[in-house]
Nanobody, 125 residues
């Protein structure tokens, strides 16, 4: 059974940092793309970043490039999203998700099959 558990959200001041974790079970990193997504109140869910371990690919939304870094620790079955220089516009519920694919990972959220619960990130000004 594929399972994802997201954690690490919280309240931080603008300019601060958080690291989100997505611990997975039931599948191999090599066979799946894993993505981070976010949804702010009243807005569409958007793709933030993703990683395809098989092809060594990481992708980022333009709004987070240079500030967020996605990485994976296969030994811990965990994907991380390091978020630096946070702004109030980053406030949202963040989700991690997985999809069985080894090709391009930066696609719409509705192309991902398996989802973890969300974790709230709130950035105060």
């Amino acid at each position: 059974e594929v399972q994802l558990v997201a954690s690490g959200g919280g309240l931080v001041q603008a300019g601060g940092s958080l690291r989100l974790s997505c611990t997975v079970s039931g599948f191999s990193f090599d066979d799946y793309a894993i993505g981070w997504f976010r949804q702010a109140p009243g807005k569409e869910r958007e793709t933030v970043s993703c990683i395809s371990s098989r092809i060594g690919s990481t992708e980022y939304a333009d709004s987070v490039k240079g500030r967020f870094t996605i990485s994976s620790d296969n030994a811990k079955n965990t994907v991380y999203l390091q978020m630096n220089n946070l702004t109030p516009e980053d406030t949202a519920v963040y989700y991690c998700a997985a999809d069985r694919r080894t090709y391009y990972c930066f696609t719409s959220w509705n192309e991902y099959e398996y989802w973890g619960q969300g974790t709230q990130v709130t950035v105060s000004s």
